[in-house]
C-alpha cells in the first residue's frame, strides 16, 4: 500500500454487475433493488442518485413517486438550514405547492435500544440521554420511572420534587427554543437569540444541580445523583425573578407580528379526529383541543399534589401551537413556584445496590415531554441488564402527521409547519 | 379487569394486573377484533394507542406485538400482548384503526422483520433500503459480543494460546540495543507460545481476563 | 540520545584520532533544518523549487485573512448541533472570530463541523458534502462520537469516528464540548491556518478505511 497514487474519498464502486443479473442476485438476497442511475451521474464527480433512487417497492410509495402532469419531485435532504436535524423530506410539488410528501428517516439511527440491553440498568439512563437532545431529563424520566416498577421501589419524596422541578425546567427552555426555532425558519434571526439567551441561563443553573450542560446524566434508579445547592438556587432565584420579563420580551418580537400570524394562521390545521387516530400527543394535541396531559391522565409521584390545569386551545394551527407552548411555559413557571414551596426535605437517593437486578417482570413508564408522550416498556429477565428496552418517542410519532398536513400548502410553508410539530431528530432515529 | 375477561372469553389467554397496568395475552392473528372492539365498545373506550412494541424472546421461541391503550374510563394502561411465531412473522396490521400505528410497525419490520399484512408502506424506516438483517433481533450481535456467537474462536487472535509472543516481543533487526547483547535473540527463548501463563494452567479459548470484566 | 544512522558514525569513529576530545558533528541537525524543505518527496502536498519553499508576505496576509473569516457549513447532526449554535449565539459568540454566518450551501463555507453523530446512512451524504466544499477547507470534529464513536462505540450503525470518512482537522472532545471548548478548537484551527499547517495543505487522503454500508456487524 504505496501512498504515491491519489487515493478517492468516495465509497468504493460495487461490482459492475450486468443490470439484469444484479437485479436477479439482490431478489435471491431479499433486499431492495438497485438505485436508478442519474443520467447527468459521471458529470458530478460524486456518487449522484436520482429521486426516486430506487423502483418503489410498496404501495404508498408507488402512490407517491407516480408523477401526473406537472408535477415535480423536490428533495429537501439531510442537511438543510432547518434546525431539526438530519431528515429527509422528498416533497412532490406542483409549481410552488406540495400535493405529496414523504418522510425519510434513519439518518441519526444509532441503536440505542440494541446497546441498552447489553447495558446494566444504571447506565441505561446514560443512554437514554442523547435521544431527546433538547429534553435530556424527561428523557431519563421515564426509564428512572420504569425501572423503580421493576425493581419495587418508589423514589423519596425531596427526589421526586427536585425531579419535577428539573423536568420543568427542561420544559420551559425547551418550549422557548421552540419558540426561536419557529422564528428562524420563517427568516426571522432574531428570536433564536433571545431563545438561546433563556437556555444558556436555565443550562447553567441545571449544570449546578448535575454537573453538565445538556445530557444531563441526573437520574437514578431510585432517585437523584445530587441534591440542590447554594448556586443553584441563587441562579433559580435570579432567573425566576426576570423570566415573566423574558418571556414578555420574546413574545412582544414574534406574537403580534402581522408577517408572523399571516404566515401561520390557518396553516396546517390538524383536526381532532385526524390527531387521535395518527396518535399526535402533547402540545401539538392539546392544541387540537383534546385535553389529554400525561400529568394529569396517569399521574406520577409528585404531580399528584400540584395544582394545575389542562391547557387547550380552539384551532389546531401553527399560531395555536404556538400559543400553546408559551401558555405552557407560564404554567410551568407556576408549577416550578408550587414546587419550591412544597419541597420537603429529605434524602434525594433511595439505597439501591450499584447493579440493580430486579425481578423478572414487565413495566411501563410515561411521561409528559415538551413533545408529547414519553413511555418506556422496560422487561426484565433477572439479570443485571433490561432484556428488552424499549423507548415511544413522540417526535417520531407526530412525524407521521406531515403526509397529511402539508398537501395544498407551499414549499415554504413545509418549514413552518415542521418547526411548529417540533420534533427532534435525535428522538425521532433513537 | 373483569370487563375484558367477559368480552374476549375465547381469545385472551392470560390476564393480570398490577398496581397501574392490565394485561392481556392473546395470539396475534385475532389483534384486529380485540383492538377494535377496545376502541370501539362505549365502555371499554381505549381511544388513544399509546405505544406499539416488538420483542423478540430468541431464536425458536416467538416474537410479541406489545400494545399500550388509553382510556379516560379506566385508570389503568392496558397492555395486549400478541404472539407472533418466529419462524412466519406475520400479524395484521392496524393501520386501519389508528395511522398512527404506520411508524411503529415500519420500525418493527425494519428492526425485528415482522410482517404486517395489510400495511400499505412496509418498508424499512431507520437502516438503509439495502440492509439485509434486522438488528434488534436476539442472534444479531454487537461487535462486542464476538465471543457470544456460533464463531468464537475461529479468528486466533481470540484464542490466547496461539498468540506468538516471542516474534512480536522482538524489537525489530535495526535496534541499537540489539547489537550490545542487551536483548535475547529468538533462538535463546524457550519454545513456550503462552509464556506468561503459569504451567498447569492453559488458557483455553473464549476465557481470558476481559471476561471478567465484560459487563454481562 | 539522537538516533543516528549507524553507518556514517562508524566511518567517523574509524578516522578520529584517539588522543583529541572526541567530537562528533550530529548529522541529525541537517536533517532537522532540512526537513521542511524536503517536500517534494511528499505525493500530494508540494513545494517544487526554492522559490516556493520560503513563504511570501502575500501568502502569509493571505492566511490571516482566511483564518479570521472562517465560515462554518450548517452541519449540526445532533446534540453538538446545539451547543454549536449556542456558541453562536449571544452568550459565547463566535461572531467575534468572524464565524458567525453559517452557510448553509457547502459551495459558501470554509469549515465543515461536523456536529454531531455520524450514522452510516448519513455517512454518504456528509462526504458528498465534504467532495462539494471548494479549497481551502478544514474539518473540525465537533464532540466524541465524530472523534472516535463516544458513547455509541459499538453500535451497528455509526461510523467509528469521522476521521474514517474524511480527513480531519482539530479534534474537539467532549460530549457535548462546552461552548468555550468549540470556541478554543475554533482558535486551534486559525493557528493552524495561519501556519499552513491544516489539512489544505498537507491533504494525505487515506480513504475511506472501514465504512460498512449494508454490511452485518456479525
Sequence with gaps: MTATEPRETRIPDPIDLDAAEEARLRAAAGIAPAPIAHPGAEYAGFEMVGIPDRPPQTDRERELYTLEEGEMLVNMGPQHPSTHGVMRLVLKVRSEVVTDLDVVLGYLHRGIEKLCENATYTTVLTYVDPMDYMSGMHNEHAPALAFEKLYGIEAPPRAQYIRALVVELNRVFSHGLMMGFL?????????ILYSFINRDEIVDMLSAISGQRMLFNFFRVGGVNFDTNDEFLSRLGTWHSKQLKNLKDNELLITDNEIFKARTKKMGIISREDAISLGVTGPNLRASGVPFDVRKAHPYPPYRDLEFDVITQANGDVYDRYIQRIAEIKQSMSLIEQIMDKMPHGPVQAQV?????????????????????????AISDGGPNPYRFRMRDPSLITLQVMPKLMPGHL???TMAVMASLDPIMGGVDK | MRLIGERFPDVVSSLWTDEDTVEITIPGARNLEVLRTLRDDPELAFWMLADEAGVDYGPGVRFEVVYHLYSDLHPAWLRVRATVDRDDPSIPSITGLWEGAMFHEREMYDMLGIIFEGNRDL???YMSPDYKSFPQRRDFLLPDDAADSPAAGVNPLERPETWDLVRFANLGPLNPLADAGALPDASAVVADPAGDQPEGSPVEAGETDADASRPR | MAVTDPGRDDARLATA??????VIPDASRDETLLAPFRMEEHPQGGFHGLLEVIPTKADYVLDLIRANSLWPLLSGLSCCAIEMMSTATSKNDIDRFGMFPFRASPRQADVLIVAGTLTTKMAGPLVR??????EPKWCVAMGTCTTSGGRFKRSYSVVQGVDRVMPVDVYVPGCPPRPEGLIYGMMKLQELVKQRRGHWRTYVDRGPQRVNWEGDVR
Excluded: F, K
Design chain 3, 17 to 22: 584520532p584517539a588522543a583529541d576530545p572526541i
Design chain 1, 411 to 413: 414549499i415554504a410553508d
Design chain 1, 183 to 191: 422564528a428562524l425558519d420563517m427568516g426571522g434571526l432574531t428570536p
Design chain 1, 353 to 377: 445496590p450499584g447493579i440493580i437486578r430486579p425481578r423478572p417482570g414487565r413495566a411501563y413508564a410515561a411521561i409528559e415531554s415538551p413533545r408529547g408522550l414519553y413511555s418506556v416498556y
Design chain 3, 129 to 134: 458534502l465534504w467532495e462539494q466544499m471548494p
Design chain 2, 123 to 125: 418498508r424499512r424506516l
